[in-house]
């Protein structure tokens, strides 16, 4: 079950890479939110007591509820509520639309997404010893969304861009964190939230400050600290 | 004592938050300093009163003498800052921001040097990302706005693959549910080596980025040309430190498991590549404070290039981490005066500092003679042991290398620092009286740094520092 909603996962990757508008970016960030907390529902070898298939109501006990508190704090409420609303509101503030200028045009952009989200799918094919101890098509698609955020971060203009597609680079490293066969110590969940913290209020304030000092978000005004003056 | 460092800065922001004084901004910071070095130096000679039971930050042989710096550091720092800041026309508001700022900063690098935790070591690195970026932002202009994005940007990729490292340092653990330092390294022989391979190689470059290791270290010149000068001082002199000491607790992992020549090949790369890349910008820089950016980045290269050469370069790196952390940041401190009184940053466009201010003057040579290791500074000593190792290793053209690139490096900085010392002084530059505050933190870190590059009594320290390297 978890393989279909970790599919979808790497496919809207592709579509944030093939497509220019903020809106559709954020979009996509809520559906990944969703997605992310289904793939914990449904798929978390350390908590399946979640799974519809073999949920028994005597089974739940306060550590369970506990988890499921974590998880939804981490995936709906941050992920799919307070970042979305958090980035709309700097669209409205700012407004921008779309970034139009990205170095390479929107076609070669699926094919190069698309050609990386292929790979991912041959690395959780891959027979390796080493892959015992992980769940593979978790660990080839994430590594495929970290290594597509990163790119779409070079070829992208506007620091908006940048700024989801960090986000994006996060969902990547949380899914990765779920491809552990075991359970990750609590420190770790703290971490995401903070580095979350980071990308949302930092990152956010920044685009606000660089909007007024320079009246839009390119990333080419940004360039003008040189080691040669 | 580790609590009182940990809890205070809280209550400090606290105070700062309700009390609406334009002077208690300075006196909390140097109250805090004050309070960091008589409990450092309590806890380093084992005096410690009243603490709290807990797991999470305790102090060990090597963690101490990190703490340590961090506490002189930040003590000549807020000394300096109280003159520095004075003139300073910010609304009440900003100020205490950069007093929030300032405290939670120091708070989120005590933290991390202090955890025994893997993964609080790398939420307070976090930490200290999200504390420093207003205080480079601190000026508000076009250019400290640039150099602010730069690095929450690319520090916070570097962090997020270093979770990444974490993560894959996780899978290699097999069924070890902890990532305190004490249970890695006791059982790091069972890891899975290549999950512990590459989860090192994502911790490396990802620290390395906060550590200002090439190539992943471009916000660093942009960032300590546009802070503050003191906060230039903390930034150089403290905040690589505490990652450099994340790195060599992974790097413990990497020896403990026997898989450290490979970390080796790995931390040598990015140290020759460190010095490699400061050898080539600072020999044409115009800007002197983004020139001593540079000598961070390859003083850091150095650090890693020590590390990787085994005990003895391990034992000479942790005296360059400190000789380097003193003369630095009196340099910085030093180039905050150099602006006070010039309003410019450009090397070409100031001479003559030694006739127009000649205490200014003076430092800035001393600071320099310090940092490019000439006897009696501290850091002769480290960079001699490197080199002996290095024959001794029958490494040679390594060592031939690593000097080639000291010798440019010492040449750039020296022809920058030799044409604004000296010289005919500017008439259009108006005499400006500066206080005894804004000398004296300099003095003493010079002081400290060729006294004991004259004599060095923290062998033993230093040599339980470096047990398990």
């Given at each position: 079950m978890e393989n279909i909603f970790i599919i979808l996962l790497g496919l809207s990757m592709i579509y944030i890479a093939s497509t220019s508008r903020f809106l559709a970016h954020i979009n996509m960030l809520i559906a990944q939110g969703w997605l992310l907390f289904f793939i914990c529902m449904t798929g978390l070898p350390s908590e399946n007591w979640f799974n519809i298939a073999s949920f028994k109501l005597t089974t739940v006990n306060i550590e369970h509820i506990i988890t499921l508190f974590v998880i939804i704090v981490e995936t709906l409420f941050v992920k799919a509520i307070l970042i979305p609303i958090f980035l709309k509101k700097v669209l409205n503030n700012t407004h921008a639309h779309r970034d139009s200028a990205a170095n390479i045009p929107h076609f070669y952009a699926l094919v190069i997404s698309s050609t990386v989200l292929f790979a991912g799918f041959m690395i959780a094919n891959i027979q390796f010893p080493a892959f015992e101890l992980i769940s593979p098509?978790?660990?080839?698609?994430?590594?495929?969304?970290?290594?597509?955020?990163?790119?779409?971060?070079?070829?992208?203009?506007?620091?908006?861009?940048?700024?989801?597609?960090?986000?994006?680079?996060?969902?990547?490293?949380?899914?990765?964190?779920?491809?552990?066969?075991?359970?990750?110590?609590?420190?770790?969940?703290?971490?995401?939230?903070?580095?979350?913290?980071?990308?949302?209020?930092?990152?956010?304030?920044?685009?606000?400050?660089?909007?007024?000092?320079?009246?839009?978000?390119?990333?080419?005004?940004?360039?003008?600290?040189?080691?040669?003056? | 004592m580790i609590s009182l460092i940990l809890i205070f800065p809280i209550i400090a922001c606290l105070i700062l938050f309700l009390v609406k004084k334009r002077a208690l901004q300075n006196s909390v910071i140097f109250l805090y300093s004050l309070i960091h070095l008589i409990s450092t130096i309590c806890l380093c000679a084992n005096i410690n009163p009243f603490d709290i039971e807990q797991n999470f930050f305790?102090?060990?042989?090597?963690?101490?003498?990190?703490?340590?710096?961090?506490?002189?550091?930040?003590?000549?720092?807020?000394?300096?800052?109280?003159?520095?800041?004075?003139?300073?026309?910010?609304?009440i508001k900003k100020?205490?921001?950069?007093?929030?700022?300032?405290?939670?900063?120091?708070?989120?690098?005590?933290?991390?040097?202090?955890?025994?935790?893997?993964?609080?070591?790398?939420?307070?690195i976090e930490a200290t990302t999200l504390a420093s970026a207003y205080l480079i932002y601190f000026h508000k202009t076009k250019h400290s706005i640039e150099a602010a994005w730069k690095y929450v940007f690319i520090c916070s990729i570097g962090i997020a693959l270093a979770f990444v490292g974490i993560i894959l340092l996780t899978i290699s653990t097999g069924n070890l549910n902890s990532l305190f330092y004490e249970d890695l390294y006791n059982n790091a022989r069972f890891f899975n080596e290549f999950w512990l391979k590459l989860s090192f190689v994502f911790i490396l470059f990802g620290i390395g980025t906060k550590m200002g290791l090439a190539p992943v270290h471009f916000w660093l010149p942009d960032a300590?040309?546009?802070?503050?000068?003191?906060?230039?001082?903390?930034?150089?002199?403290?905040?690589?430190?505490?990652?450099?000491?994340?790195?060599?607790?992974?790097?413990?992992?990497?020896?403990?498991?026997?898989?450290?020549?490979?970390?080796?090949?790995?931390?040598?790369?990015?140290?020759?590549?460190?010095?490699?890349?400061?050898?080539?910008?600072?020999?044409?820089?115009?800007?002197?404070?983004?020139?001593?950016?540079?000598?961070?980045?390859?003083?850091?290269?150095?650090?890693?290039?020590?590390?990787?050469?085994?005990?003895?370069?391990?034992?000479?790196?942790?005296?360059?981490?400190?000789?380097?952390?003193?003369?630095?940041?009196?340099?910085?401190?030093?180039?905050?005066?150099?602006?006070?009184?010039?309003?410019?940053?450009?090397?070409?466009?100031?001479?003559?500092?030694?006739?127009?201010?000649?205490?200014?003057?003076?430092?800035?040579?001393?600071?320099?003679?310090?940092?490019?290791?000439?006897?009696?500074?501290?850091?002769?000593?480290?960079?001699?042991?490197?080199?002996?190792?290095?024959?001794?290793?029958?490494?040679?053209?390594?060592?031939?290398?690593?000097?080639?690139?000291?010798?440019?490096?010492?040449?750039?900085?020296?022809?920058?620092?030799?044409?604004?010392?000296?010289?005919?002084?500017?008439?259009?530059?108006?005499?400006?009286?500066?206080?005894?505050?804004?000398?004296?933190?300099?003095?003493?870190?010079?002081?400290?740094?060729?006294?004991?590059?004259?004599?060095?009594?923290?062998?033993?320290?230093i040599e339980k520092a470096v047990i398990g390297f």
């Open positions: 098509l978790y660990f080839g698609v994430s590594v495929s969304i970290i290594v597509i955020s990163l790119w779409l971060i070079t070829i992208k203009h506007t620091v908006l861009s940048n700024v989801i597609s960090f986000i994006t680079m996060e969902n990547g490293i949380f899914l990765l964190s779920l491809a552990v066969a075991k359970e990750m110590p609590i420190i770790v969940n703290l971490g995401v939230l903070l580095d979350i913290f980071i990308a949302v209020f930092i990152l956010g304030m920044l685009v606000k400050e660089i909007n007024t000092e320079f009246k839009d978000l390119e990333v080419s005004h940004l360039s003008d600290l040189k080691d040669y003056e | 305790a102090l060990d042989g090597l963690n101490k003498i990190f703490l340590l710096v961090l506490s002189i550091v930040f003590m000549a720092f807020s000394i300096y800052n109280i003159e520095y800041m004075k003139d300073d026309s910010s609304s100020l205490k921001r950069y007093g929030y700022a300032v405290l939670l900063f120091v708070l989120s690098m005590t933290g991390a040097i202090l955890s025994t935790n893997l993964g609080l070591t790398w939420v307070f300590h040309a546009q802070s503050p000068s003191p906060v230039s001082a903390m930034l150089s002199a403290t905040l690589l430190n505490s990652a450099f000491l994340m790195i060599l607790n992974v790097y413990k992992i990497m020896i403990a498991a026997n898989t450290d020549n490979y970390a080796k090949i790995l931390l040598l790369a990015m140290g020759f590549l460190s010095l490699f890349i400061a050898a080539v910008f600072v020999y044409h820089i115009n800007n002197y404070k983004r020139m001593l950016a540079y000598s961070s980045i390859e003083n850091m290269g150095i650090l890693v290039i020590g590390t990787a050469l085994g005990p003895i370069g391990m034992f000479a790196s942790i005296i360059h981490l400190i000789g380097h952390s003193l003369i630095k940041a009196a340099f910085f401190l030093t180039s905050g005066n150099i602006l006070k009184i010039y309003g410019t940053k450009k090397i070409n466009s100031i001479s003559g500092i030694l006739s127009t201010d000649k205490k200014t003057g003076w430092l800035w040579i001393l600071s320099f003679i310090g940092i490019t290791a000439f006897p009696p500074s501290i850091l002769f000593i480290s960079e001699f042991f490197i080199i002996k190792t290095m024959i001794k290793n029958g490494q040679y053209i390594m060592g031939i290398f690593f000097l080639l690139l000291l010798t440019i490096v010492l040449f750039g900085i020296g022809k920058a620092v030799i044409s604004m010392s000296f010289g005919n002084k500017s008439e259009k530059i108006e005499q400006v009286k500066m206080s005894w505050l804004m000398y004296f933190p300099q003095i003493i870190l010079l002081v400290i740094a060729f006294g004991i590059g004259i004599y060095f009594p923290f062998s033993e320290t």
